[in-house]
């Protein structure tokens, strides 16, 4: 069993923009994400959670790349599952004057 890789980029069917995934925000970026879910060793799908992680990277796209690694770590370390393949829709940011940057992420099957 392994992780299933998530797409984020348009030409891997990702609906985010280029130029989006290509900012620089301020650092670091509290990134979340709501109703995670993968499966374990039986394929069977495990408890959905949510889960926020401070990143600091230099771009969008490798903060979440970044985030990505961190949700899959999680779930082998806590569930002892594995993300399934998901695509990027889009990006919910947070006030731009707000103290701490955040981004809501939402996937699609």
Do not use: G, K, T
């Given at each position: 069993m392994q992780h299933q890789p998530w797409r984020w980029l348009p030409s891997e069917g990702g609906l985010v923009s280029s130029d989006t995934l290509a900012l620089r925000p301020v650092d670091p970026v509290l990134y979340s994400?709501?109703?995670v879910w993968g499966f374990d060793l039986d394929d069977l799908p495990i408890e959905p959670f949510d889960i926020e992680v401070r990143i600091t990277a230099p771009s969008v796209l490798e903060g979440l790349q970044l985030f990505e690694r961190a949700v899959a770590?999680?779930?082998?370390?806590?569930?002892?599952?594995?993300?399934?393949?998901?695509?990027?829709?889009?990006?919910?940011?947070?006030?731009?004057?707000?103290?701490?940057?955040?981004?809501?992420?939402f996937m699609a099957d």
């Open positions: 994400m709501r109703d770590d999680y779930m082998a370390d806590h569930f002892d599952a594995f993300n399934r393949s998901l695509v990027l829709e889009r990006l919910q940011w947070n006030d731009p004057f707000a103290e701490q940057p955040c981004c809501e992420i």
